[in-house]
């Protein structure tokens, strides 16, 4: 009898807001990363996640972060993936504890994270995420009209008609201002529409938004693997546009289902967004 010995592969998984990913160390591993994001996301047969994040060497950061989606397709950027990354490069010694200004190589370019530490655990931490991108062609998207310099898609659906004011923030971003609390919005409905709507040549992320005057109310619809609980690139794209219509000074706090975001924009174009980090578990995955 010929015994199939059994491929496995080890992983951590994070949370950052509720934003979960699964996380593995990929150096000197050579697999087909979208079907294992596909696989090992699955909450019915897999771990169950938002996707999967896997750590690589680079020579230009301190390492490099390849992302993926929970339908298998790759991504450039994540914010709250990103910062999830600091903690799990420290779990698998790649760098230091208390290492300060830990930069980290995406799609979106180099990321820089300035971690913070109760009793030696880093439990959150600050994303300089760039400068936003309001230039249509590179976001992209196909406007109906510039207001503010802010590329305007006018989405209409039976008897619904959103103004989506667009952005990139590491993937392309557009937002809602509703008047309708957002948790009575059918995201579960419109947001796959939205995500594939013509405009969108590469697709969209989508957020809805209650601006409230302590801190804005959230709900995202995240390309390739639909409701998230937070999105660390759609707070990001929320505050940059939301300062852009002079909605707010310095600092805009949101509220996710999974929990709180912050922003902080000032002369400096680029956005800081901090966030919690939370530590799930970890295991071996059957890769069979």
């Not at 992983?11 to 994001?37: M, P, Q």
């Amino acid at each position: 009898m010929i015994v199939k010995q059994m491929q496995t592969i080890k992983f951590s998984k994070y949370t950052g807001a509720g934003n979960n990913y699964i996380y593995v160390d990929g150096r000197e591993k050579n697999y087909n990363w979208n079907d294992l994001a596909k696989s090992i996301s699955d909450k019915n047969f897999g771990i169950g996640s938002d996707g999967l994040i896997v750590l690589d060497k680079s020579e230009i950061a301190d390492f490099e972060m390849i992302m993926f989606n929970a339908d298998g397709s790759e991504g450039e950027m994540c914010g709250n993936g990103v910062r999830c990354m600091a903690r799990f490069a420290e779990e698998v010694e790649v760098i230091k504890p208390n290492k300060g200004n830990i930069k980290v190589a995406t799609k979106a370019g180099i990321k820089v994270i300035n971690p913070y530490y109760e009793n030696n655990i880093m439990t959150k931490a600050s994303v300089d995420m760039g400068s936003p991108i309001f230039d249509a062609t590179k976001i992209p998207v196909l406007p109906d009209t510039i207001e503010n310099d802010i590329p305007i898609v006018n989405f209409k659906y039976n008897d619904l008609s959103l103004k989506l004011y667009c952005v990139n923030t590491g993937v392309p971003h557009c937002i809602a201002y509703i008047d309708e609390p957002v948790y009575n919005f059918d995201l579960e409905k419109i947001g796959p529409l939205v995500e594939k709507y013509e405009k969108f040549p590469q697709g969209v992320n989508f957020e809805i938004v209650n601006k409230k005057e302590d801190k804005y109310i959230v709900r995202v619809w995240e390309r390739g693997s639909g409701i998230t609980l937070a999105c660390g690139t759609g707070a990001t794209a929320v505050a940059a546009i939301s300062k852009k219509l002079n909605l707010f000074d310095d600092v805009l706090d949101m509220n996710f289902p999974g929990g709180d975001l912050s922003c902080t924009c000032s002369t400096n174009p680029s956005i800081n967004m901090e966030g919690p980090i939370e530590y799930i578990g970890s295991g071996t995955y059957n890769l069979n």
